[in-house]
């Protein structure tokens, strides 16, 4: 039933994804007389969707925890029980974050040797692939040395699965690369997650800085979702306002609006690299199923590049490589020398 | 002694400051031998520097706490020394972060009332001035609720006084702008803040977001000096990729470079409202005394910046404004009635 501009932002979406590509399908959940219409609309829809009613809709400013206790019968918890059945491979939502985490908590279920799930998100960069991954960007405030280095784990397959890079640089954000600064929680994931780097198949590069969350330097930024929400938000916010300064500044002048026309081609390839529908998804690791949160904003593009990403990772089998790696890590961190280690929850 | 660049480039900021201000006079600490070669070669500063030498000098990569116990005979000491028996006004300083903030600590002291002091930075935002405040950007990386409400007194007088605001606004940064959501200690602040709005002469907004950081319906953003310094670097990594990114957009064909030139003076009016050497300049407050913290890799203009931003706060009397209004502040909250107040420190 759709984010901030309701279905019909959906339902275009899924028709420009469905018009891309010949082997998604779906399965979509809501008000059945209303997406009848809305889908019956589009041709090339047409024996693509089936359609689940659901009595009720998730607000975007419902509290999780009331979502949690009433949920049932909503188009969400429809969306997240297709995946629980296996009917569907991901579900994408583009409602209520913390509903939708909730709801996917408790009826998924967190895999085996998880204590915290994550959402992670792509960043634009100058890597290679032109993103790098961040998580957790806002499933939980909190997290301890423990659950960051399940967030390196879990980053790094997303990393390999969804970005096809064989072995991750992962990196933990703190506020300097000298070992000395920082909490003391960060410290101990440091050592953990420097530790688990073999096990894990990917390459610890240390701590990382704000200022790097767009570099080559790293592919995998691991921080809690207090901090890494924040940076998502303010990221995303100084590009929407360079992005307007730009326009005011093309717009000043009946000369620098020609100058604008002629720079037309080049503006846009700006900005493509850095359009934020393009890196439109959240995913959520660490659970028994992928569930992919597209933007509440997000229009029929945003939606299709998360259908995109979710049907890539559906792909690749990355939820059971996911959960193999996670109990593969798991098991050599259990087994590793206790040096510097803290296993102890810190709370 | 200077930065990332050395002496070279505060000499020729110092210089750019001084013939654009007949007012500024300036105490200048390190080498002698150097500084007295450098500055005799620029005009403008004849007769406008008073040269201190200063044996050693503090590197960038120093221990703060090593600083701590061997600063003494250093040209950043010398510089702090010059604030603290009066000779000065304000110091500016380029170098090592950390080492500023301890040296400043145990030399200034802390005004009385004030547990934590903080950095305080200008963000370039969609306000009428052109900037918000943000604090603390890394002075400390924790803060309990009473810090977080004298960041936010802090905060407000610093926009009074720097930025002419008469009564500013204030928010403080969380992950949503609802009320259930974020840490326990943040839920405190906001009744402290919220409670002492009318004694700290500020309209207190509420919570708000990394996407806020630029908007208009906020002046001054308080946060812990973790999440600022990450929120800092995040904004200036996010706008130099972009910056970088447009570059390369319109070095990428012949056409696109003729497009380039015709756009000139919309970029370079674009260049200027986003210009992190417009905006250098971290405040430390809370101190006895007044000192700026440059960008350690500042140029000419950026440092030139730093001095401009401490001559206002000079004269604009701000040191004893800061002290009288957080006197007047942790009385009145001292005294107001206890509702939703928690005065114990929560770590």
Same mark, same amino acid.
């Given at each position: 039933?759709?984010?901030?501009?309701?279905?019909?932002?959906?339902?275009?979406?899924?028709?420009?994804?469905?018009?891309?590509?010949?082997?998604i399908h779906f399965i979509v959940h809501g008000d059945e007389e209303q997406l009848t219409r809305m889908i019956g609309r589009r041709k090339a829809l047409a024996g693509r969707c089936v359609i689940r009613h659901a009595e009720r809709v998730v607000t975007m400013h419902e509290k999780p925890s009331h979502v949690m206790r009433n949920g049932e019968g909503t188009s969400m918890w429809g969306a997240i029980e297709s995946v629980r059945n296996k009917e569907a491979t991901v579900a994408v939502s583009c409602g209520n974050t913390g509903a939708l985490m909730a709801l996917s908590m408790i009826r998924l279920r967190k895999i085996p040797g998880v204590n915290r799930p994550a959402i992670a998100c792509l960043w634009p960069s100058r890597n290679k692939g032109g993103f790098n991954v961040m998580l957790d960007v806002g499933a939980d405030i909190k997290a301890d040395a423990e659950d960051l280095l399940q967030y390196a784990m879990m980053g790094a397959s997303y990393a390999r699965n969804g970005l096809k890079l064989v072995r991750p640089r992962v990196g933990l +954000?703190?506020?300097? $690369?000298?070992?000395?600064k920082g909490h003391a929680e960060l410290k101990v994931a440091h050592e953990l997650i420097g530790a688990s780097a073999e096990a894990g198949s990917f390459d610890y590069v240390g701590f990382v800085e704000g200022s790097d969350l767009p570099s080559d330097r790293v592919d995998v930024i691991v921080t809690d979702g207090f901090t890494g929400n924040i940076a998502l938000k303010t990221g995303e916010g100084t590009a929407k306002l360079i992005g307007d300064f730009m326009k005011e500044a093309f717009a000043a002048t009946p000369l620098s609006r020609v100058a604008a026309l002629l720079a037309l081609t080049s503006l846009r390839r700006l900005q493509k690299r850095i359009d934020p529908r393009r890196v439109n998804g959240g995913v959520f690791l *660490? +659970?028994?199923? $992928?569930?992919?949160?597209?933007? *509440?904003?997000?229009d029929a593009t945003g939606i299709a590049a998360a259908i995109k990403l979710a049907f890539q990772l559906a792909q690749s089998g990355f939820q059971e490589r996911l959960a193999a790696r996670v109990a593969a890590v798991g098991g050599a961190h259990q087994d590793a020398p206790a040096d510097g280690e803290n296993n102890g929850r810190a709370e």
């Open positions: 039933m759709g984010g901030d501009r309701g279905p019909a932002a959906v339902v275009a979406g899924i028709e420009e994804s469905a018009s891309k590509n010949p082997d +954000l703190n506020v300097g $690369t000298e070992e000395h *660490g +659970l028994n199923g $992928t569930v992919v949160k597209s933007h *509440g904003s997000a």
